[in-house]
Every structure is written in C-alpha cells, then in structure tokens.
C-alpha cells in the first residue's frame, strides 16, 4: 500500500464510525433521510454481513415513501433502543455494560473501563450527549473515528477487541431480533460486518506500517551524491552518449559507467544494448600454459548497478535461460557477473519509434531492485530491495509506482506455427530466399540484440613460442555465413535467408518451443536502427506472419 | 561453482597412425563413458574441437581424428607423453541397450566410423546378445581406409555380414562404389526386430537414410548421428542448434523420425 492508499483508507475508516455513531445516537433526521434515499449502496464489498446490511438499507428505501420514513424509523429506533411501549428486556439497550454484566445493567465494569481510557485522552462527553452514558455504542463508535483521526493503530485494535466487538454481535442480534424495520436490522449487519473488518484491516494497516516507505522524491543533486556513493560498491552502469554516430547519424548511445543523473539518456533506445556489462564482448575463459589452465578472475570485486528500461530486464531472463538453463547446465563466466546485477529500472515515458514490446510482451517489468522516473529537476525512486533503503533516509517520501508504455507504434503479429508439419512449410517460404539481395550478413543485428547469447572461442598467445597465452571468447552471429561453418567448408546455412530464417524463427518461435514461457525477442527495436541495408524485424516478421498465412491457405485449397 | 568451460589435462599414453590424415590418441582416462559421446579436446594456443570416442578400454580412451583444420593439426603435432587438453564426455549416444537380441545394420563413412567403433566392438565381443551385425562403410580410396586391423577382425566374426567399400575405386576386399549401393543387401524384410545406426558426412547420412527406407526399413529403428559446428558441447555458443533442437545436448544421435523434420 502506498502512503496515499493508507491516507484516504485512514479517511474513509473515520467518515463510517462517525456516521454508524451518528445513526444510534438520535433518531434519523430529515435532512439524513433525504441523503440516504439518493445513495447507491455498495454491493460486493468483501464482507458478506456488509453485503447483506446494504442490501436490507436498499429494500428499506425502495419499499417505503420518503414522507413515511421518518415517522416509521423513529418509532423502530424507540422500540428497538428506548424499549419504549415495550415490557422490560424486549429491546437492544445499547450500552457496553448491559451486555457484559452478568445483571444486564448499565454503568456497570464496562462503563468505568471506558470512562478511564477516554479520561487518558482528556476526553469527556459533549453536551449534546449529555443524555447518554460513556459506554454508549454511539460514544464507542465515535471514540473510534477519534482514533482514526489520531493514526494510532494499536489504540484502535486494543479498543475494538476489548470493548466494541466484545459486545456488539449480541447487541446486533438484539437488533435483528427487535426490530420491524429493514433499515435497522441492515444497520445491525452493516456493524457488525464493518467492526470484524476493520479489526483485519487494522492489522494489514499495522504490518504496512511497519513496513518503511518505499518510494522517495529527491533533488537530481542529492541522487548524484547517491551515484558517487553507490560507486564505491558498484560500477554503475547506464545508456549515455559516447563518440561516434549512428546509423541514423544521431549520436550513439552506449551503457557506460556514469557519475551524475545528467549523464542517463533514459529517453531514447540505446544503440546497444546492457547485455555487453555481464557478457562481454569479449572475456578471458582462463590462462594456460603448456600444462596447466588457470581460470581467469574478475577484474575487481564491485557489483553491477545498471539503469536499465524494462526490454532489457526482460532481456536479461532470456540470456539467463540460456547461460543458467540450457541443458540443467550452468555457465560460470555469466552467472560470476550476472550475481553482481542489480537492476535500477527506468521507466518508458514514451515508446521510441521502432520499439515493439508491447506485441512482444515485454513493455512490463517488476524485476528491479530499484525503479526510477526521472523528472527535471527531480527524481522518483521506488526500491524494491531493502538494502538500498538506507540510502533513503534522508529523502522526501512519495507514491511513486513506476508506470509501463501500453502502445508502441511498431506492432508486430506473430505468425501461428501449430505442428511439425506447419513449421516444415513456415521454414521453406520463398520469403526468406528475398533476402539474399538485401542481407549482407553484417551480423550487427546480432551485436545490438539484448537476447543474442552466441560465441566464438579463441586462443591468443603471448610469445612466439605460443606455450602461454589464454583462451578467449568473443560475441559470434547466427547471420554471418561462416557461422555453421565445419572443416573442409561445408556450411549447414549456405545463404543470407537461410540465416534470417534462423534468427527470425530462434526469436519469435524455437526459443519458446523449447523453454515454454516466452520468446526471445523483447522488441527493443535496436537491431531495426541497426541494419544498414535499413531491414525491420518487425517488417520481417509481420512478412513472414503474412506469407506463412498465405502459404497456409494455399496448402488448404490444394 | 563448477566451470563447464574448464578443461583438464590428460597424458597422451600412445599415437597410432591410422592414415595419412588420420591418427588414433591413446589418452590417459578413467571415468566412465557412453558409446557414441565426444569430448572437446584442445590444445592451448590452438583451439578446441568435439572428437568422439572412438575406443576404449581399462584407464584410457581413443580418439581418432582427421586432419583438417587448426586444432587437428596441433594434435598431430602431440606424441606419446604430451598433454592434450580436454573436457567432456557430452552429447547423448546410440541405445545401445536396446540394440541388444536384436539384428543390427551399421552404416558410416570415413571418420563415422569412429563413434559406432565402440558398438560394433561390444556385439563382437558379446556375441551372446547379437543375432546379427550388418555393417557397411565406406572410404575415399584404399589410402583414406581407417582402422585396418578391427575392419579384419569384424569381418571374421560369425555374426557379422561386413561391406567394405571405396568410393572410386576397387582394392582387395574393397567393393567399388558408395555405401548407399550395398544397402539393398541387408535383408529387412527378413528380420524380426532390428536398428540401424548411419554415422557420416550429412549427405552421406540422407542418402543412406533414403535408401534403407526404400528397403523397406522402418524409420523409427534409424538412428543417425548429426555433425554440426561446435564450440562449446554445452549448449551456451548456438553454434550446433536447428531449430529448437541443440546437436550438443539433445544430440548427436537422433531418432530419424525427429532428424527427418530437422532442416537447417
Ligand atoms: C559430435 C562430433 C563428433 C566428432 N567426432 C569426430 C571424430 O571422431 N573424428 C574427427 O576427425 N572429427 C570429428 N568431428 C569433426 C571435428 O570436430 C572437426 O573436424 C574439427 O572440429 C575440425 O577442427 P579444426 O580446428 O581442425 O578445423 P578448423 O577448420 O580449423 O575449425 C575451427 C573450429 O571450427 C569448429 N569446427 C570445424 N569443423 C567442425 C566440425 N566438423 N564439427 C564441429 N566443429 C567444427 C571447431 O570449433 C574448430 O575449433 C566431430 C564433430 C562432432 C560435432
Ligand atoms: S531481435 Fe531485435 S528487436 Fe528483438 S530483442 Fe533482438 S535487437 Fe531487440
Ligand atoms: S539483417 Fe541487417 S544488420 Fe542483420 S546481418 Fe543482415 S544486413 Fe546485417
Ligand atoms: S555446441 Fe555450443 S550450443 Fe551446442
């Protein structure tokens, strides 16, 4: 619950003991009347005795004339609690004392229990109840809005359970009993209902109490102090330009270690993306000499914060499934480093233009240690692992829940392959055959892609003599043409469609056929700005989704 | 945590040259093994490259390679002493178990018959468990023929129907002509129940797959063994997948009811 949600909850909880409170301490007056005949009562609020309660208020004001109303309620309100015309005990007295004593008398231990918590407040009747005692449901019930309003928890559960619910049910069955109207016989459901929920609410209040605030609001300047502090523990990584240009000649946006808020560039895709931090390029595999291999070892022992959008978290699980996954075998050189993530996810204001995460599914994320809107001058900050929140103490608290985009302008359909059969056809389109003139097979698709997981090995030697050197492993691409590539020449994929038939159906098809959850690609739509023969994986899908189809129903008529 | 990646050293115990291009290692080793599964061995400097097991026996494993590329060049640069670096034992293997009281047809070309070596050597030396062996294998020319000493012993053994082919040319015991020529011999229509293992080239594999079936053979007793680039065995580099299959994990041995539908 955020501190809003407990704010107007707090509200709404005070507003209702003070109306129930106002209902059994006076007869109903006109101007309620008027009010109540225009209320649409709630219907399935959780409570089945409050469910019922409105229902019977509901009937109440649909059967009866507003100009007979007063008259029908006030003299309910004298039977029921006045006993008036009634022999002795043939009513629902409503004092504490009359039903916790075992004589069924007022001001009896109840009584004074009650005049002594309310004497702890410095708190003593108004002049208008002069008429009533201290024990009175009304005078409870309003003790309990005094609560409310004073935000103290433990007072209330203490003064609900040990007084208002230690004698209100048989007071409410009183009611029911006694009663002609359905107004009052609701009201005594709507009580009882109401107290029992409250004194759950008022524990789910107190466990969210006890939890600290999650969600802050801080100058830009206090959360660089945080980066320069966090950076004595962690690299902390994030998109920023770096030199060169893009294929679109904008500048190129590259996750770099950064020192200040004003160094993030959260409103555009990255050219690349944060993959390169826990799999680089390039890693040392180990060093060896002529006898021996040693494990390379990490260059420093900080962890990894990383500001990352929600493609790229959801990216992560992909790359995750394949190096942690694969075959219930785990690889070292990634989980060594993807152990020292943690993840600050930024929100998408807005879906930059070739981002298709929405159709891909992966626009969401709640995968984060920290969550972050920046706002010019501000930042909001939701953490999520606890650990962090000490850095908060300082800071403002806020209801900040970070927001996900809904709609992208790229849409991708994804075609529907349901047997063998349909994917033997779905893989030998003439389709992937047109990319033979477009498709150099430059691979930077691959390079850009969060979910690319592929690799080459590489020995490197140090001396001439080639006895000590390391092993080495590089990024490789399922679109160069040497990829499947075996001794002698021979090449499993021999064109540039065989390999964007590949990839297209790794992505968006094989990768879910064999982990089940999800596909791979996330559509952060990098490889679309990537391509320099300008080729969209999303124009490449919706292709292949609409021959697929075509091919399908001209299979259908054969 | 344990590294998949790591590999480890193992004395070479023996070189046998087998052809010109060809030498069998002898390598120090003892964990057990399943028939058809290959190790990637490497040498510093130079690389490293899935090789099946192509031997075995007590303390020691045999590997024969071909040489053709970077790494298997460093290894015909090793002797009898030397360290070759290696990790394994991956990828899945015939079921042999099942192979057992049955008749069995083995069909390989040139190093393919490395992997199936090892189960033609088991029903030779188990004679009780086999009905039949029908091996065919193939070779370039009488030059390029592997394993000369087990392709005479097999071909002595009782149970054993061999054909020894190369591909253009005629030798003693040697038909002329591919494998895929003699496959009408194998008598499928005689047998009760029986499998059919095809270890080669991939075109190699096609054809002879095409053929058997042709001969009446049921695709579900064919098991063939895919090569495919690899550069790790354990299903992280992508360099072995099709389609959402990994030739290192889920293979390299496959029913030719799945093969059948895999395509590059
Ligand atoms: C499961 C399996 C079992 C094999 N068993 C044997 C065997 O018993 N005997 C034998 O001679 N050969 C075998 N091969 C083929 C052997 O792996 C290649 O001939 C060898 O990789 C060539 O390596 P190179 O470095 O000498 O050649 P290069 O052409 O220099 O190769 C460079 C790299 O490419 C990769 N590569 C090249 N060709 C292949 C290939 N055919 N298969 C997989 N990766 C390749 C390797 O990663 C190698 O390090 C097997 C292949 C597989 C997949
Ligand atoms: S395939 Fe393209 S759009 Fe999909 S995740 Fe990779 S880079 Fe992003
Ligand atoms: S699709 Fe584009 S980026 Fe990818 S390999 Fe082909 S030309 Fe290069
Ligand atoms: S060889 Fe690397 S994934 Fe199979």
Redesign the interface.
Same mark, same amino acid.
């Given at each position: 619950m955020s501190p809003s949600e407990v704010q107007t909850l707090n509200q709404n909880r005070l507003h209702f003991y003070q109306l129930l409170a106002r209902v059994y301490q006076h007869e109903l007056s006109q101007s309620m009347i008027q009010q109540l005949v225009h209320v649409t009562f709630p219907k399935q609020t959780g409570s089945a005795e409050m469910d019922r309660g409105y229902g019977l208020l509901e009937r109440y004001f649909v059967n009866h004339q507003i100009a007979a109303i007063e008259e029908d309620l006030a003299c309910d309100y004298a039977k029921v609690f006045l006993a008036a015309g009634e022999t002795k005990g043939n009513a629902a007295f409503p004092y504490e004392s009359v039903y916790t004593s075992d004589e069924k008398l007022v001001m009896q231990q109840a009584w004074a229990d009650v005049r002594a918590i309310y004497g702890l407040e410095k708190l003593a009747l108004d002049t208008e109840m002069a008429d009533i005692k201290e024990d009175h449901i009304a005078v409870e019930l309003k003790f309990m809005a005094y609560l409310c309003e004073k935000n103290n928890l433990e007072a209330q559960q203490t003064f609900l359970k040990t007084h208002l619910l230690d004698w209100i049910v048989d007071f409410c069955e009183d009611i029911r009993k006694y009663s002609h109207t359905d107004f009052y016989r609701g009201i005594a459901d709507l009580t009882v209902g109401f107290l029992k929920r409250d004194a759950a609410l008022i524990e789910t209040l107190q466990t969210a109490a006890q939890a600290p605030a999650t969600s802050f609001t801080m100058a830009n300047s206090d959360f660089d102090a945080l980066i320069q502090q966090w950076q004595q523990h962690y690299h902390v990584f994030a998109p920023a330009f770096v030199n060169g240009r893009s294929n679109q000649h904008r500048p190129l946006v590259r996750f770099q270690e950064i020192n200040q808020v004003s160094d993030i560039v959260y409103d555009r895709q990255s050219d690349f993306s944060a993959k390169e931090i826990y799999y680089p390029i390039m890693q040392t595999? &180990?060093y060896? *000499?002529? $006898?021996? /291999?040693k494990?390379s070892r990490l260059k420093d022992d900080k962890d990894y914060l990383i500001f990352m959008h929600p493609c790229d978290i959801n990216a992560l699980r992909r790359t995750d499934t /394949?190096?942690m996954k #694969?075959?219930g075998? %785990?690889?070292? @050189? @990634?989980?060594r480093l993807r152990d020292k993530v943690k993840i600050v996810m930024m929100e998408c204001t807005q879906s930059c233009e070739n981002c298709f995460c929405v159709s891909m599914n992966s626009n969401r994320s709640d995968h984060y240690d920290m969550a972050v809107r920046f706002d010019q001058h501000q930042m909001n900050v939701n953490v999520k692992d606890p650990s962090f929140l000490a850095d908060f103490q300082a800071a403002q608290t806020s209801d900040f829940q970070p927001q996900f985009i809904s709609e992208n302008q790229a849409t991708v359909t994804l075609p529907e392959i349901n047997s063998?059969e349909e994917?033997?056809l779905a893989?030998?389109l003439d389709y992937w055959q047109t990319f033979n003139e477009r498709c150099i097979g430059c691979g930077g698709c691959n390079t850009v892609c969060p979910t690319c *997981?592929? &690799?080459?090995?590489?020995?490197v %030697?140090y001396d001439e003599s080639?006895?000590q050197?390391e092993?080495r492993?590089v990024w490789?691409s399922?679109m160069l043409d040497t &990829?499947? +590539?075996? =001794?002698?020449g #021979?090449r =499993?994929?021999k064109t540039p469609g065989?390999n964007m038939r590949?990839k297209t159906? $790794?992505k968006v098809?094989?990768?879910k +056929?064999?982990f089940g959850e999800e596909n791979m690609c996330v559509g952060c739509g990098r490889c679309v700005m990537r391509c320099p023969k300008d080729i969209s994986f999303s124009d490449t899908i919706n292709g292949f989704t609409a021959a697929f189809a075509q091919a399908k129903q001209e299979q259908a008529v054969k | 945590m344990e590294n998949i990646m790591l590999p480890e050293p193992h004395q070479i115990l023996d070189v046998v040259k087998e052809t010109q291009a060809e030498y069998t290692f002898r390598v120090a080793y003892d964990k057990p093994t399943q028939y058809n599964q290959f190790f990637q061995l490497s040498i510093p400097k130079v690389g490293e490259a899935p090789i099946s097991v192509s031997g075995k026996g007590n303390g020691y494993l045999e590997f024969t390679m071909r040489k053709v590329g970077r790494l298997t060049e460093g290894v015909f640069g090793l002797d009898k002493g030397d360290t070759l670096f290696m990790r394994g034992p991956y990828g899945n293997s015939f079921p042999v178990a099942d192979f057992e009281g049955k008749d069995l047809v083995v069909i390989c070309g040139g190093t393919g018959m490395s992997p199936v070596k090892t189960v033609l050597t088991h029903f030779m030396d188990h004679p009780e468990i086999s009905k039949s062996v029908h091996f065919i294998v193939g070779f370039k020319d009488i030059n390029s023929v592997l394993f000369t000493d087990a392709l005479k012993t097999f071909s002595e053994q009782p149970k054993f129907r061999t054909t020894y082919c190369l591909d253009n040319s005629e030798a003693p015991g040697f038909h002329k002509g591919f494998v895929t020529q003699y496959i009408k011999n194998v008598p499928f229509a005689d047998f009760d129940d029986y499998n059919v293992a095809i270890v080669g080239p991939p075109m190699m594999m096609g054809f002879s797959a095409q053929e058997c079936l042709k001969n009446g053979a049921d695709p579900k007793k064919i098991w063939v063994s895919f090569e495919r680039r690899m550069s790790c065995a354990v299903g992280k580099c992508g360099h072995c997948k099709i389609n959402d299959t990994y030739v290192c994990l889920d293979g390299p041995v496959f029913n030719y009811t799945k093969a059948a539908h895999l395509f590059d």
């Amino acid at each position: 619950m955020s501190p809003s949600e407990v704010q107007t909850l707090n509200q709404n909880r005070l507003h209702f003991y003070q109306l129930l409170a106002r209902v059994y301490q006076h007869e109903l007056s006109q101007s309620m009347i008027q009010q109540l005949v225009h209320v649409t009562f709630p219907k399935q609020t959780g409570s089945a005795e409050m469910d019922r309660g409105y229902g019977l208020l509901e009937r109440y004001f649909v059967n009866h004339q507003i100009a007979a109303i007063e008259e029908d309620l006030a003299c309910d309100y004298a039977k029921v609690f006045l006993a008036a015309g009634e022999t002795k005990g043939n009513a629902a007295f409503p004092y504490e004392s009359v039903y916790t004593s075992d004589e069924k008398l007022v001001m009896q231990q109840a009584w004074a229990d009650v005049r002594a918590i309310y004497g702890l407040e410095k708190l003593a009747l108004d002049t208008e109840m002069a008429d009533i005692k201290e024990d009175h449901i009304a005078v409870e019930l309003k003790f309990m809005a005094y609560l409310c309003e004073k935000n103290n928890l433990e007072a209330q559960q203490t003064f609900l359970k040990t007084h208002l619910l230690d004698w209100i049910v048989d007071f409410c069955e009183d009611i029911r009993k006694y009663s002609h109207t359905d107004f009052y016989r609701g009201i005594a459901d709507l009580t009882v209902g109401f107290l029992k929920r409250d004194a759950a609410l008022i524990e789910t209040l107190q466990t969210a109490a006890q939890a600290p605030a999650t969600s802050f609001t801080m100058a830009n300047s206090d959360f660089d102090a945080l980066i320069q502090q966090w950076q004595q523990h962690y690299h902390v990584f994030a998109p920023a330009f770096v030199n060169g240009r893009s294929n679109q000649h904008r500048p190129l946006v590259r996750f770099q270690e950064i020192n200040q808020v004003s160094d993030i560039v959260y409103d555009r895709q990255s050219d690349f993306s944060a993959k390169e931090i826990y799999y680089p390029i390039m890693q040392t595999m &180990f060093y060896f *000499t002529e $006898h021996e /291999v040693k494990e390379s070892r990490l260059k420093d022992d900080k962890d990894y914060l990383i500001f990352m959008h929600p493609c790229d978290i959801n990216a992560l699980r992909r790359t995750d499934t /394949v190096f942690m996954k #694969n075959g219930g075998l %785990t690889d070292s @050189y @990634y989980k060594r480093l993807r152990d020292k993530v943690k993840i600050v996810m930024m929100e998408c204001t807005q879906s930059c233009e070739n981002c298709f995460c929405v159709s891909m599914n992966s626009n969401r994320s709640d995968h984060y240690d920290m969550a972050v809107r920046f706002d010019q001058h501000q930042m909001n900050v939701n953490v999520k692992d606890p650990s962090f929140l000490a850095d908060f103490q300082a800071a403002q608290t806020s209801d900040f829940q970070p927001q996900f985009i809904s709609e992208n302008q790229a849409t991708v359909t994804l075609p529907e392959i349901n047997s063998r059969e349909e994917l033997d056809l779905a893989g030998h389109l003439d389709y992937w055959q047109t990319f033979n003139e477009r498709c150099i097979g430059c691979g930077g698709c691959n390079t850009v892609c969060p979910t690319c *997981t592929c &690799f080459d090995t590489l020995d490197v %030697t140090y001396d001439e003599s080639g006895k000590q050197g390391e092993r080495r492993r590089v990024w490789s691409s399922c679109m160069l043409d040497t &990829f499947t +590539q075996t =001794a002698g020449g #021979n090449r =499993a994929r021999k064109t540039p469609g065989d390999n964007m038939r590949f990839k297209t159906l $790794h992505k968006v098809y094989d990768y879910k +056929q064999r982990f089940g959850e999800e596909n791979m690609c996330v559509g952060c739509g990098r490889c679309v700005m990537r391509c320099p023969k300008d080729i969209s994986f999303s124009d490449t899908i919706n292709g292949f989704t609409a021959a697929f189809a075509q091919a399908k129903q001209e299979q259908a008529v054969k | 945590m344990e590294n998949i990646m790591l590999p480890e050293p193992h004395q070479i115990l023996d070189v046998v040259k087998e052809t010109q291009a060809e030498y069998t290692f002898r390598v120090a080793y003892d964990k057990p093994t399943q028939y058809n599964q290959f190790f990637q061995l490497s040498i510093p400097k130079v690389g490293e490259a899935p090789i099946s097991v192509s031997g075995k026996g007590n303390g020691y494993l045999e590997f024969t390679m071909r040489k053709v590329g970077r790494l298997t060049e460093g290894v015909f640069g090793l002797d009898k002493g030397d360290t070759l670096f290696m990790r394994g034992p991956y990828g899945n293997s015939f079921p042999v178990a099942d192979f057992e009281g049955k008749d069995l047809v083995v069909i390989c070309g040139g190093t393919g018959m490395s992997p199936v070596k090892t189960v033609l050597t088991h029903f030779m030396d188990h004679p009780e468990i086999s009905k039949s062996v029908h091996f065919i294998v193939g070779f370039k020319d009488i030059n390029s023929v592997l394993f000369t000493d087990a392709l005479k012993t097999f071909s002595e053994q009782p149970k054993f129907r061999t054909t020894y082919c190369l591909d253009n040319s005629e030798a003693p015991g040697f038909h002329k002509g591919f494998v895929t020529q003699y496959i009408k011999n194998v008598p499928f229509a005689d047998f009760d129940d029986y499998n059919v293992a095809i270890v080669g080239p991939p075109m190699m594999m096609g054809f002879s797959a095409q053929e058997c079936l042709k001969n009446g053979a049921d695709p579900k007793k064919i098991w063939v063994s895919f090569e495919r680039r690899m550069s790790c065995a354990v299903g992280k580099c992508g360099h072995c997948k099709i389609n959402d299959t990994y030739v290192c994990l889920d293979g390299p041995v496959f029913n030719y009811t799945k093969a059948a539908h895999l395509f590059d």
